[in-house]
């Protein structure tokens, strides 16, 4: 019997690795980004991007990250491209299909974006980089739910500096891209409760990952489940769409905190268990080296929690 509950959308981050015509978002170095090749490159991350959300709802998932280079050199200075002005139509068009299809898109800055860095270049490149993840999203035309996911960067010189430098540096986003923001904790410096406060302080939504907690657990290492999914839950306002949740399973081979090639269907089902217990909606993104694929071996295990994954049904 099929149990509905709290969860409404899952997904994948970045690429299917389930269907063969879809390809990694193509890039190139700066010596040789010229118009006519950046023109090329991103007509077909354009495209690409179109054909992975139609495969997207052919299985029932809601949730999607967008790679980080879909615009190469988007954020850079120097980039001889005027992409927003060129290309505005045909992102207007991906965020209408995706909209018609109901997925949820979102960006995840990489670790260079560290907005507390102690050196300004480090701060205004990783401004740059949201700026320009939100304008995507906005041309896209896209509201707040979407969002652009970021880690609080360094703990330099202690971590109450390192959290107003966090803060102070939100503050020199446009408005539009700071509406956008959203903190995750990670599994090395910022524990979910420290990022928790972090969120507060800003006043901008959390975003919680599972298997980073399990490495850097904090204060709240031995917290009930539920009551650290209900705290970060409380950072997210009725405009910033239901919270998100990150979920990982550990690769036994590899560093703490390192992506298995699947998620553990039992640490699954009683993470969900769990989350329904608040009586709350929420998105789960699975973050797995298999991708698509995994969620698709997690799809037992997601249809009793209310979301079928797979192949759908055409409507009669």
């Excluded at 980080?68 to 992409?83: D, K």
């Amino acid at each position: 019997m099929t149990v509905v509950g709290a969860l409404r959308r899952v997904g994948y981050a970045c690429m299917p690795l389930g269907y063969a015509a879809i390809r990694s978002p193509r890039t190139t170095v700066l010596r040789l980004a010229t118009p006519e090749k950046l023109r090329e490159l991103i007509q077909w991350n354009i495209g690409n991007l179109e054909e992975t959300l139609r495969y997207n709802a052919r299985q029932n998932f809601g949730l999607f990250r967008i790679g980080t280079q879909f615009i190469p050199f988007g954020s850079h200075p120097e980039s001889p491209l005027a992409w927003q002005e060129e290309f505005g139509m045909e992102l207007r068009r991906v965020g209408d299909l995706a909209r018609s299809q109901g997925q949820r898109l979102s960006f995840h800055t990489t670790n260079y974006v560290i907005l507390n860095s102690l050196r300004e270049s480090v701060v205004r490149a990783g401004l740059a980089e949201i700026e320009y993840q939100s304008r995507v999203l906005d041309l896209m035309g896209l509201d707040a739910s979407h969002r652009v996911v970021v880690h609080a960067g360094i703990r330099r010189p202690e971590a109450s500096v390192a959290r107003a430098r966090f803060c102070q540096a939100l503050d020199q986003l446009s408005a539009g891209a700071r509406r956008r923001v959203v903190i995750e904790n990670d599994e090395k410096q910022w524990s979910a409760d420290e990022v928790a406060l972090t969120a507060r302080d800003a006043g901008i939504p959390m975003v919680f990952d599972t298997l980073h907690h399990q490495v850097c657990g904090g204060a709240w290492r031995d917290r009930p489940l539920a009551e650290i999914l209900a705290s970060v839950f409380d950072t997210w306002r009725d405009e910033d769409g239901i919270p998100k949740v990150h979920f990982s399973s550990q690769d036994p081979e590899k560093r703490p905190g390192a992506h298995g090639d699947e998620v553990d269907p039992e640490e699954l089902e009683a993470f969900l268990a769990q989350a329904e217990t608040l009586g709350r909606s929420f998105d789960l993104m699975i973050e797995a080296k298999a991708k698509d694929l995994a969620v698709l071996h997690a799809a037992p295990v997601l249809a009793r929690h209310g979301v079928r994954v797979g192949p759908q049904r055409p409507e009669s």
